[in-house]
């Protein structure tokens, strides 16, 4: 049963794309044109171009094994790499390249590992900079309990969908006597993201829509939030709609996360919301992720650290990289195989013969990467 419902929160990226369609038939064309083709790519087993970030630290050691589990399943995808530089881009203001960027738009698809950006430095934030260039409005994390995997909680099956673009991630601060840090919502990216959440429900069969915020102190900001929340809650009477507190919400999620279905927020909430949902089943190393732009862009990753201490080392957990690369992979319509890995990855982890240090195992990262493949 929770490997189903893995699989139903893993589901089709393709009918998540289509949430930033409903008012936007240019988005809805080339969508269209996206699905279309990569339907006929499958049918054919042609390759797929899709971009990869191997990123750093652990990266390019779990970026490895996705690519051996993808060459044991035959997915017909042709990997376009591109590294973190070593000096800034003057055209993107950060160590990424504007090649790089450019690969992500012409494929529309990518992979991406963890990426550190030095913390005090000045440098704009490697994930900042995919955000706002790629236009990745919508991040969308499933955290369930994985079949075989023993936590504190047995059935957890929610979605966090975070607004990505804006709030207090829009990195406007600047300092006169004192330090101040701008938070910026707006009512065009607030219904978008809300529209998304709303409609990721209806196509997933998920029956409640909570809203987090936090308007009974910042009445303007996140009260606009809600407002837009309540607009499109309107257009979906099917769907359950409540407003949650971001600090009741955070003692509901430990007391009882199953009284939680999709649960759609402004950026900083989503980044401390989805982390601590990860924790519910066993931490940012088992928990996928895939951030989703205007026009059909579907960027996943693994959103755990660079874990620098281990790199190098063959003790990396490649599991988030691997489900988010499954993700990726229904997006692309490619089910079978989406569904193949998936299989093959829960039954690694339920078995619990081949685990890593984080998972209470003793297994390398190549030890637990041939254990999938031979599932396979």
């Not at 190098?312 to 990726?328: D, E, I």
């Amino acid at each position: 049963m929770a490997s189903q419902l893995l699989r139903l929160a893993l589901g089709s990226r393709s009918s998540q794309t289509l949430s930033s369609t409903a008012t936007n038939p240019v988005t809805a064309r080339n969508y269209s044109l996206l699905a279309s083709a990569a339907r006929a790519f499958s049918s054919a087993t042609a390759p797929i171009k899709a971009t990869l970030f191997p990123g750093d630290g652990i990266g390019p050691e779990i970026a490895e094994s996705v690519k051996q589990v993808f060459k044991v399943a035959e997915v017909p995808i042709e990997w376009e790499e591109h590294y973190v530089g070593t000096e800034i881009d003057p055209r993107t203001q950060s160590f990424l390249t504007w090649e790089s960027l450019e690969s992500v738009r012409r494929n529309k698809v990518g992979l991406k590992g963890p990426m550190a950006t030095p913390i005090g430095k000045g440098h704009r934030s490697l994930n900042l900079t995919l955000r706002k260039e790629l236009n990745l409005y919508a991040n969308v994390r499933p955290c369930n309990s994985l079949p075989g995997y023993k936590t504190r909680y047995d059935d957890v099956n929610l979605i966090t969908i975070r607004e990505n673009m804006e709030g207090e991630y829009c990195g406007l601060e600047h300092q006169v006597s004192v330090v101040e840090s701008l938070k910026i919502i707006t009512r065009q990216a607030s219904l978008r993201v809300a529209e998304y959440a709303f409609h990721y429900a209806k196509t997933h069969g998920q029956e409640k829509v909570s809203a987090i915020h936090k308007a009974n102190i910042m009445q303007k900001t996140d009260g606009l939030f809600l407002k837009c929340c309540r607009e499109v809650a309107e257009k979906y009477r099917e769907i359950i709609y409540e407003e949650v507190v971001i600090d009741n919400c955070c003692m509901l999620l430990v007391k009882n996360p199953a009284c939680f279905d999709v649960l759609v927020m402004p950026n900083l909430y989503g980044d401390i919301i989805s982390d601590l949902c990860a924790g519910l089943v066993g931490g940012l190393d088992l928990t996928p992720s895939c951030n989703i732009g205007e026009g059909g862009i579907c960027l996943a990753e693994a959103v755990h650290g660079s874990a620098p201490d281990i790199a190098g080392k063959n003790l990396a957990n490649p599991t988030a990289l691997m489900l988010s690369a499954v993700s990726m992979l229904r997006h692309l319509e490619l089910n079978d195989r989406a569904d193949k890995i998936q299989d093959a990855i829960l039954n690694t982890i339920a078995e619990g013969k081949y685990r890593t240090a984080d998972l209470g195992g003793t297994s390398s990262t190549t030890d637990f990467t041939k254990a999938i493949c031979d599932h396979l």
